[in-house]
């Protein structure tokens, strides 16, 4: 019959049109600009402390990941990052509904299902040893979880202490309101020295021993950062948080899908820095990038199943 032919090629062209759209959004992915050559400062790898990372998963969809990862060191153990809140869809209430849609349909697909305190005690995590929070940066599904935890001091650059300072005064998409009266009082700023790490002409060594290593990372927000963490001189790893979308990023040297390409407070810069972790992979490429939400990356380091704890070798 001619209606249903009809009726057969619209619905044809609506599903080439939403594919189109799609690939446009999230495959399609932009080439960039190879980072300005810099040498590499090796670091001394000979005398490191005996130190343990866990991988604290709280949500997953898909290739996604909401994770945090714990560093058992003997001086005190670290949390980098936390994920969501579970509290999520509370917390957003202060933004406009397109805003909501909007972080529901992202963050808010890995709000998770239980506490993070219940995720860290599965591990068998002290939270009285927890020494210090470090965020990659402010965003809500890396400092949500948080909010389900006793107060821990919490490490940020300087940069992110202001951005999280302006998330206190007025309503902005980079820090959600409660997190940034949550952190009020609780953040220190990092100490960068000009003592150069890898390709990085700043960096501060938090315990003063190698094991675990900060540097510069901005473009997504303001203050990002990212985290070496040494085990052992063949194990190693660098948390770069959200600096890439996933392990395309930093392999390809790929801007991130165009559907996320708003999240990023400078995109300019945030491309630049990339861009420079897809030149320290190449220069470095047995040292292992975690990418916060690319749960492949993970999985490389830690394996696909459980414990998903490793030590030095």
């Given at each position: 019959m001619v209606w249903a032919k009809r009726l057969t090629l619209t619905l044809l062209v609506v599903v080439l049109l939403v594919a189109a759209a799609l690939y446009i959004l999230v495959g399609?992915?932009?080439?960039?600009?190879?980072?300005?050559?810099?040498?590499?400062?090796?670091?001394?790898?000979?005398?490191?402390?005996?130190i343990t990372v866990c991988w604290i998963e709280t949500a997953k969809v898909f290739s996604s990941t909401a994770s945090a990862l714990l560093v058992r060191h003997p001086a005190g153990d670290l949390l980098i990052d936390a994920g969501n809140s579970s509290h999520f869809s509370d917390e957003i209430q202060a933004y406009p509904f397109g805003t909501r849609l909007w972080m529901r349909a992202l963050s808010g697909s890995l709000a998770?299902?239980?506490?993070l305190s219940e995720h860290l005690r599965k591990t068998g995590a002290d939270l009285a040893r927890l020494r210090w929070f470090i965020p990659t940066h402010a965003h809500a599904d890396h400092v949500g979880g948080l909010m389900d935890l006793p107060p821990i001091p919490v490490l940020a650059s300087q940069e992110e202490i202001r951005l999280v300072a302006r998330g206190r005064e007025q309503v902005i998409f980079e820090v959600v309101p409660a997190h940034a009266r949550l952190l009020e009082g609780q953040m220190t700023p990092i100490s960068f020295k000009q003592t150069p790490y890898e390709i990085f002409d700043e960096s501060a060594d938090?315990?003063?021993?190698?094991?675990?290593?900060?540097?510069r990372l901005p473009g997504h927000t303001p203050g990002s950062i990212g985290i070496f963490v040494n085990l052992s001189p063949t194990l190693r790893l660098f948390h770069v948080g959200d600096a890439v979308h996933d392990t395309r990023g930093y392999r390809e040297r790929v801007d991130r899908p165009r559907i996320m390409r708003r999240t990023d407070s400078d995109p300019a810069l945030a491309r630049q820095t990339a861009a420079r972790l897809h030149q320290l992979?190449?220069?470095?490429?047995?040292?292992?990038?975690?990418?916060?939400?690319?749960r492949d990356s993970w999985e490389e380091f830690f394996g696909s199943t459980k414990p998903r704890c490793l030590g030095p070798e």
């Open positions: 399609q992915r932009t080439p960039l600009p190879p980072a300005p050559p810099h040498s590499r400062a090796q670091p001394s790898l000979a005398a490191l402390p005996r998770p299902m239980r506490p938090l315990f003063g021993d190698g094991s675990i290593v900060i540097v992979h190449e220069l470095v490429p047995s040292l292992h990038i975690l990418v916060t939400h690319g």
